[in-house]
């Protein structure tokens, strides 16, 4: 495959993320396989379509002073304009006269003479006095998001919660390429076995930083093995694999995972459960339960029992005091993620954080009477705002004085990390060798 259809590709894939707000990492597999790319086109491809969404207002903030007329730009020029910057000022392995060829050529096929002069003069331009300097922009909090290509509001609000020098390594940290980390299923294999395994189909993994039973891909994608298809293991960061210890499972414990799609975290508990107990993994969505039984099915986990429920209702379905531990991974934000999820930081509005905070409420008060006294809630989500995190939780503890907050939690988490745990909390930020994540712990007082 040559390298114009490669970009040719990339610039469809970013239009239907740009209309229809399409997840990236979906389309861009969906491309991947549905064309057959391998090797390093589908590595050009990956590269330009994450790079692109990645650095966004940056390569806006770079085209801007050589554009007369931004307003009237074609959306698909415009991001045709941003792909090929991108691969000018990011990808040094591409030589310009390669990356402007093919803009042009695309150009003339998409559009007309005018449109690839106009494309092809740009560039040239570009090519030859260099992008505006970002130390232009006097504002400290506006340079950082113009740097990082976050929303402004978005920085502005972890200035606030964090700071400005700890808001700068988040920013930075959320345009780092993630790493490919996977849980051993620990119920039926160990850590060498899965190790050994992988490497015979030639993919290379290293232990992970925190967790005992997760492994660090350094080469290959270990999604696309037989190892997985036989159940060995789980593709799941170690922010993530926290949970379950989080929870501390004992043998024949009746736990309910209350937001449970994919399947990840049930998956992990039921292996600690050595299929004993009984996992029930709630999801409001049909094919999503059905997305659970799958991963259910492929670990060889029997303890797990996906039901189709919108967790706020749960109470209608099972009785007060059923449950030995319950998990709310509640929806959210996905701040912590944006590394995985780019285009997350362009679609989430301020809006969009209160109203999921009302319903992570909602969720924790539904599920709070299904839990036996002295039983254990965990509540946890994939994002860095506190307005979801801690003061969710802290409004929780205000209404419901029979709950508090369990400080035994950092007995449980890995050495590494003993020393993050604060009052049965602990949040992790993307620059600490994982995603953001937030756990909180709580006890029903008995």
Known sequence: ????????????????????????????????????????DAGLLTEIVYGTIQRRDTLDYGLAPFLKNPKKLQPWVRVLLRLSLYQMVYLDRVPDRAILHEAVEIAKKRGHKGIASMVNGVLRNIQRSGTPSLEEIQNPVERLAIETSH??????????????????????ANLMAPKQTIRVNSARFTQNEVKEALEKEGIV???????????????????????????????????????????????????LDSCAAPGGKSTHIAEQLRNSGKVISLDIHDHKVKLIAQQAERLHLTNIEPTVQDSRKAGEQFDKEMFDRILVDAPCSGFGVMRRKPDLKYTKTEQDVKQ?????????????????????????TCTIDRDENGD???????????????????????????????????????????????????????
């Open 1 to 40: 495959m040559s390298k114009y259809n490669v970009r040719d590709i990339a610039l469809d894939i970013l239009l239907a993320i740009e209309k229809n707000q399409a997840f990236s990492n979906l389309l861009l597999n969906n491309s991947i396989q549905k064309r057959g790319i391998q090797g390093k």
């Open 392 to 446: 969710v939780v802290a409004a929780f503890l205000a209404d419901h004085a029979d709950f508090q907050k369990d400080e035994t939690l950092a007995a449980r988490m890995p050495q590494k990390l003993k020393q993050n745990v604060k009052h049965g909390e602990i949040q992790l930020l993307p620059d600490a060798q994982s995603d953001g994540f937030y756990i909180a712990c709580l006890q029903k007082k008995v």
């Open 205 to 255: 993994v290293e232990p992970g930083h925190f967790v005992e039973e997760a492994l660090e891909v350094q080469k290959g994608n270990a999604a696309h093995t037989q190892a997985f298809r036989e159940g060995m293991f789980t593709v799941q960061d170690e922010s993530s694999m926290l949970v379950a210890h989080a929870l501390g499972a004992e043998a024949e414990d009746l736990i």
């Open 151 to 172: 929303p402004l509001w978005l920085v502005k609000r972890w200035v606030e919660q964090y700071g400005l020098d700890k808001t700068r390594g988040i920013c930075l």
């Open 356 to 380: 999921l905070a009302r319903i992570q409420q909602d969720i924790l008060n539904a599920v709070a009477p299904l839990l036996k006294k002295g039983g254990t809630l965990v509540y946890s």
